[in-house]
């Protein structure tokens, strides 16, 4: 079976790492160069958690956390660090309640933590008065930049051919196959994975997809001592009901990454730039500071990035209406890192078996029609 991912970010490494593993002839197309920073799943690191406000999601996250250890036990490298991770916000939220409820339905062992309790675990956090912290002793960070490269280069190994600088201009089905038209020529194929991200719109405007391409961006801000915030020292953590969230030092970079999920405006990925915000990167400080101590003043670094949104917040993982050799991979509406070695797989395996797999289909194109 021959099978060409288009797209070679989070989601489309991953489904060409698998489609190699499972001894396909698979092609990949990126449009840039492995690792660029023009799309979504360029930094350092990516927050991983079982932690979601609904159990759809708390629930595809054991399937997803197998698949990175899948993933790591091929390469034989650390992707996915584990420190913990601490949900915190009034007792009275409903995101953080609805979190709650989500990891008592999965099963999912947490602890609920006091101001004073998380103080002693943590002393670098105060969640601040009033408020109550999840802890989750699985949460932790991977390291995206890696992941990336990674999969790509095992892909090779095992057998993928990678076009880098090649875009993919359409895509065409006729007589059992399916055509990819690139902008240096074409290439027929059994089956085809669409991982094109911010991009997914433009490529398969047929489809109508009502998604918004939104700017985001992380800072990382200096301390005091860097000692104090090293993974399991410090957690990663999210804030509600403002979605703030942060990580320990991964390593890679000085002084500790923060970001907010909302804020940044609709942006045209096809512009050369990626511009970063002030405004946000002050904010996003200040309110680091409220919850963190040991932390400098100091933004010292900052880096945009693109988010592309379906209406309520879920993936596409779907066939092309009418056909059983086009999947659509995509909208992973700035939270899908950690679900994208295994979307890689189920786009994989839809490839071969011509079907969605159980449980997906909360991920259907079907819902926006
Ligand atoms: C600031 C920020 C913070 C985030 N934090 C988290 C987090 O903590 N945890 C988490 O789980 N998720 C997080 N996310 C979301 C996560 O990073 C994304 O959901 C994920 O990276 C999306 O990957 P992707 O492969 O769909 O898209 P992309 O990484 O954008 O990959 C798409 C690729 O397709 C290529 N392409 C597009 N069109 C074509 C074409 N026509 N021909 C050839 N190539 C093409 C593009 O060049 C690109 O390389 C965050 C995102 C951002 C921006």
């Given at each position: 079976m021959r099978i060409a991912i288009v797209g070679l970010g989070a989601a489309g490494s991953a489904a060409l790492l698998e489609a190699a593993r499972a001894g396909f002839e698979v092609v990949g197309f990126e449009q840039?160069?492995?690792?660029?920073?023009?799309?979504s799943s360029h930094g350092a690191s990516r927050l991983i958690r079982?932690?979601?406000?609904?159990a759809f999601h708390s629930r595809w996250m054991g399937p997803a956390y197998e698949a990175w250890a899948r993933v790591e036990a091929l390469m034989g490298e650390e992707l996915f660090v584990k420190c913990g991770g601490l949900t915190f916000g009034p007792e009275d939220d409903a995101t953080l309640r609805a979190t709650c409820d989500a990891l008592v339905d999965c099963g999912i062992a947490h602890k609920v933590l006091s101001r004073e309790g998380v103080a002693e675990r943590f002393p670098a956090v105060d969640i601040g008065k009033g408020a109550v912290g999840i802890y989750q002793a699985d949460s932790g960070f991977l390291r995206a930049d890696r992941c990336v490269r990674s999969q790509v280069e095992a892909a090779k190994k095992l057998g993928a051919v990678v076009h880098e600088r090649c875009e993919v201009i359409e895509i065409v089905e006729k007589n059992g196959g399916v055509t990819v038209v690139t902008d240096h020529g074409s290439e027929r194929f059994d089956a085809v994975v669409v991982?094109?991200?911010?991009w997914v719109g433009r490529l398969l405007?047929?489809?109508?997809?009502?998604l918004r391409v939104m700017l985001r961006q992380t800072i990382y801000l200096g301390v005091d001592d860097e000692g104090g915030f090293t993974p399991g020292e410090f957690p990663v953590w999210i804030h509600h009901p403002t979605d703030h969230y942060g990580f320990p030092s991964?390593?890679?970079?000085p002084g500790i990454k923060v970001a907010w999920h909302h804020g940044g405006p609709e942006f045209d990925?096809?512009?050369p730039d990626r511009p970063v915000m002030e405004e946000f990167s002050d904010s996003v400080r200040d309110h680091a500071r409220k919850h963190v101590?040991?932390?400098?003043?100091?933004?010292v670094s900052a880096k945009a990035c693109l988010y592309t949104v379906t209406p309520d917040e879920r993936f596409i993982l779907d066939?092309?209406?009418?056909?059983?050799?086009q999947i659509v991979c995509s909208g992973?509406?700035?939270?899908?890192f950690k679900f994208s070695a295994l979307l890689g797989e189920l786009a994989v395996v839809m490839a071969r078996d011509g079907r969605v797999p159980a449980n997906a289909e909360p991920w259907s194109l079907a819902r926006f029609r």
């Open positions: 840039f160069e492995i690792g660029h920073e023009l799309g079982r932690t979601y406000p609904d991982t094109a991200g911010p405007p047929g489809l109508r997809l009502p991964d390593g890679v970079l990925p096809s512009l101590a040991g932390l400098t003043g100091e933004v066939f092309v209406p009418g056909s059983r050799r992973c509406s700035g939270h899908g």
